[in-house]
């Protein structure tokens, strides 16, 4: 069993963003200069799903193109000294392709697709997914990723890991964007927690919270300022 300090890590938007991937709240409801709610919600999915398969295909695509920065690969270098949980509201595979060896992905993953009837029906999918594509099943397949309006089925993994952790390190996201942003409420009272991002913003959480640090960073250099500091106690 690992004697190691257990911390949790929520990653948002952000720490994507600086490796290429656009988020939707940085441009007015937008995707990609898509509206969400047309190629991310069941009724966009009802409306066209050409539509939302030629997005996701256009998102999966990207991926390739893009690479994990260095925020992504500071936290990798805390596994030799702590047992880390990545909890990450991203559906990019970022966090697999630096290292990070426990990923839980809250709202879904780019590079999985899974049956439109039956959801424990899940295949991983690294190319394009066209009208026609089915599960073993015989139904259509639908992208692996949790829409406006669809429970959000890791939740309860999160906050229990979340629960069960000594420490927290909050990375590139708003805080605003519920139920991912009320985990931190899980967490035993007391317990250290960073939170790193350029324009951080405390939700009602954080607010109440006593032992908070915030490092007013982006993810490239603010993740490697909290991985020090925390390797330097270790060494």
Same mark, same amino acid.
């Not at 985990?183 to 939700?203: E, M, Q, T, W």
């Given at each position: 069993? $690992?004697?190691?300090?257990?911390?949790?890590? /929520?990653?948002? +938007?952000?720490?994507?963003? #600086? !490796?290429?991937? =656009?988020?939707?709240?940085?441009?007015?409801?937008?995707? #990609?200069?898509?509206? @969400?709610?047309?190629?991310? !919600?069941?009724?966009?999915?009802?409306?066209?799903?050409?539509?939302?398969?030629?997005?996701?295909? +256009? =998102?999966?695509?990207?991926?390739? *193109? @893009?690479?994990?920065?260095?925020?992504?690969? +500071?936290?990798?270098?805390?596994? &030799?000294?702590?047992?880390? $949980?990545?909890?990450?509201?991203?559906?990019?595979?970022?966090?697999?392709?630096?290292?990070?060896?426990?990923?839980?992905?809250?709202?879904?993953? /780019?590079?999985?697709?899974?049956?439109? @009837?039956?959801?424990?029906?899940?295949?991983?999918? *690294?190319?394009?997914?066209?009208?026609?594509?089915?599960?073993?099943?015989?139904?259509?397949? =639908?992208?692996?990723?949790?829409?406006?309006?669809?429970?959000?089925?890791?939740?309860?993994?999160? +906050?229990?890991?979340?629960?069960?952790?000594?420490?927290?390190?909050?990375?590139?996201? $708003?805080?605003?964007?519920?139920?991912?942003?009320?985990?931190?409420?899980?967490?035993?009272?007391?317990?250290?927690?960073?939170?790193?991002?350029?324009?951080?913003?405390?939700?009602?959480?954080?607010? $109440?919270? &006593?032992?908070?640090?915030?490092?007013? *960073?982006?993810?490239?250099?603010?993740? =490697?300022?909290? @991985?020090?500091?925390? /390797?330097? *106690?270790?060494?």
């Amino acid at each position: 069993m $690992s004697s190691k300090q257990k911390i949790a890590v /929520l990653t948002g +938007a952000g720490i994507s963003a #600086e !490796s290429g991937i =656009r988020t939707f709240r940085d441009s007015n409801g937008l995707w #990609e200069d898509h509206d @969400v709610m047309e190629v991310a !919600s069941p009724m966009g999915w009802r409306n066209n799903q050409k539509l939302v398969l030629d997005f996701y295909n +256009a =998102r999966r695509r990207q991926l390739k *193109e @893009v690479e994990p920065n260095d925020g992504h690969l +500071a936290l990798v270098d805390l596994e &030799k000294y702590y047992d880390v $949980s990545i909890i990450t509201q991203n559906v990019d595979n970022l966090h697999e392709r630096a290292g990070s060896s426990k990923i839980i992905h809250l709202h879904g993953e /780019l590079t999985k697709v899974r049956s439109t @009837v039956y959801e424990n029906l899940i295949y991983d999918l *690294e190319g394009d997914l066209d009208i026609g594509d089915r599960c073993k099943k015989g139904t259509q397949l =639908r992208p692996h990723i949790v829409w406006f309006g669809e429970t959000v089925p890791m939740l309860d993994v999160a +906050a229990n890991l979340v629960e069960d952790t000594d420490m927290i390190i909050i990375i590139g996201t $708003s805080m605003q964007v519920y139920p991912a942003a009320g985990l931190v409420s899980y967490a035993r009272f007391g317990i250290p927690i960073y939170y790193v991002d350029p324009k951080p913003s405390l939700n009602h959480e954080l607010k $109440s919270i &006593k032992n908070l640090t915030i490092i007013a *960073e982006p993810a490239s250099t603010g993740v =490697r300022i909290v @991985v020090d500091e925390l /390797l330097k *106690e270790k060494r």
